[in-house]
């Protein structure tokens, strides 16, 4: 993969733009954080909702509960974080020693979450709740602060655009690795023991992630950082003000919904539905692979069209995709494999988009005011991200349960419990990603804006 420049020098707009391109170690070292944010946004998503319903043998209004609760605490925790890492005094800058002091401790808190001894089922529910919010705290401090760093890193709208093709390449070749090979360790082993592997094996990807990440950025040019004035309320009152950003995240916080719904029925779609294990890893694989080759296509289409308009393009692919494997319970497997690999192409995009795009809000607000807020508009992305990716199996948990889906191992469903898998799985992503282009599509922030510069062609 080759990103280095952009074509012909050029923005959307058609003018040349300064040289501010990253070297590519930065650019790899930087995206390789990604290893530790896909583990962690794909395995629980996945993983966590069976584990509980069909292992430890809760209901799945329950377990939907249960998922849904650390991650709403981020809410609350990731713009707190942001504040933090923006007025953080240390010689390595104010972001990078988060990575690694947060990224360990989220590292050692997964390999716990699956490891509940033996013990009454309640006991073991709670064991998962209390570990699955020490995750989300330690993430928050891990994410904010990396996802924070691309604003201040390169003053180029461009630029950021090839920043995040690393990052969503990387991202996606982690989520297809995390992804296929958790359900395959469980399975290896079997049971308990299963979970527990797989959740030690999950933990030391992260870890790996996280090293890779702190080392990596070790020379990323990063600018000096003047937090905002005032209180906490006061700056998270100007981001709410800021028109662009609200409709962009609005946006992403519906398609992270979306992406949550189907990342929860994953599992459930293979077994119950397609009445085959291995079929997790080829759903994967199908959703996934695309990215890996189409991440700096879609960056290219940003280039020469607009970031606004490839996001807009690629949620159609995903809505399309998502659509079509509403016939998964009637049509060939295959079909269902084409289906989600047309939502994969769509996927890889809106990944791409709005990770450049989030950078773009913020800078033109560094710019307009002289203040930093980055870490505090990171921190509301991320928070909203967050939500909706945990909203999304909680979502799927109550679809499941007005099924009359039945918990525990070896269980066969009825037929209202597999009609509402494929209706999670497939109909209402759908839904959800077509009603976010209804804020997408009023966003406006272009090149010029968010440079504020230009030099002669």
């Not at 020098?9 to 070297?23: E, K, M, N, V, Y």
């Not at 079929?279 to 290219?300: E, G, H, N, Q």
């Not at 807009?312 to 509403?326: K, N």
Request: net charge neutral; glycine share 10%.
């Amino acid at each position: 993969m080759s990103t280095d420049h952009a074509p012909s020098g050029q923005s959307p707009s058609g003018q040349t733009r300064p040289d501010h391109a990253l070297p590519r170690s930065v650019r790899i070292g930087y995206g390789s954080g990604s290893v530790a944010t896909g583990a962690f946004g794909t395995v629980p998503g996945l993983m966590l909702l069976p584990y509980l319903t069909d292992e430890v043998g809760i209901a799945a209004i329950a377990a939907g509960f249960i998922v849904f609760l650390p991650k709403a605490w981020d809410v609350v925790l990731n713009p707190i974080a942001g504040r933090i890492s923006d007025r953080t005094v240390d010689p390595r800058g104010p972001r990078r020693p988060w990575l690694l002091r947060a990224g360990i401790s989220l590292a050692v808190c997964f390999a716990l979450l699956f490891a509940a001894p033996d013990m009454a089922t309640a006991l073991e529910a709670a064991w998962v709740l209390v570990m699955f919010l020490a995750c989300a705290s330690a993430y928050a401090f891990f994410q904010v602060p990396y996802v924070s760093m691309p604003a201040e890193m390169t003053p180029s709208y461009d630029e950021r655009t090839r920043l995040m093709t690393w990052r969503v390449a990387i991202l996606a070749s982690t989520i297809l690795l995390a992804g296929a090979t958790a359900p395959l360790i469980r399975d290896a082993a079997g049971g308990r023991d299963g979970y527990r592997l797989m959740g030690l094996a999950m933990a030391v990807v992260i870890l790996v992630g996280v090293v890779a990440a702190y080392r990596g950025t070790r020379h990323a040019p990063l600018g000096t950082v003047q937090p905002g004035a005032g209180t906490l309320r006061d700056q998270l009152r100007v981001v709410a003000g800021a028109r662009d950003f609200r409709l962009l995240l609005t946006t992403f916080v519906i398609q992270a919904l979306a992406v949550g719904c189907i990342l929860a029925g994953v599992d459930y779609l293979a077994e119950d539905v397609l009445d085959s294990k291995g079929a997790v890893t080829v759903l994967f694989a199908c959703f996934v692979a695309p990215a890996l080759l189409l991440t700096p296509i879609w960056s290219a289409i940003g280039q020469r069209v607009g970031k606004k308009k490839g996001f807009v393009a690629a949620s159609l692919f995903l809505a399309a995709g998502s659509l079509l494997s509403v016939l998964a319970d009637a049509a060939p497997m295959g079909v269902l494999f084409v289906a989600v690999a047309l939502s994969g192409v769509g996927y890889a995009g809106c990944q791409v988009f709005p990770m450049a795009m989030m950078p773009d809000a913020a800078a033109v607000d560094t710019r307009r005011t002289g203040s930093n807020r980055v870490g505090v508009y990171t921190g509301v992305w991320t928070a909203g991200e967050t939500f909706g990716l945990a909203l999304g199996p909680a979502v799927f948990a109550l679809v499941l349960q007005l099924g009359g889906y039945r918990s525990g191992s070896d269980v066969v469903q009825p037929d209202s419990a597999v009609t509402a898998i494929v209706l999670g799985f497939a109909l209402l992503p759908a839904v959800l990603i077509l009603l976010s282009l209804w804020w997408l599509v009023r966003y406006s922030l272009e090149a010029d804006e968010v440079e504020g510069e230009t030099v002669p062609a």
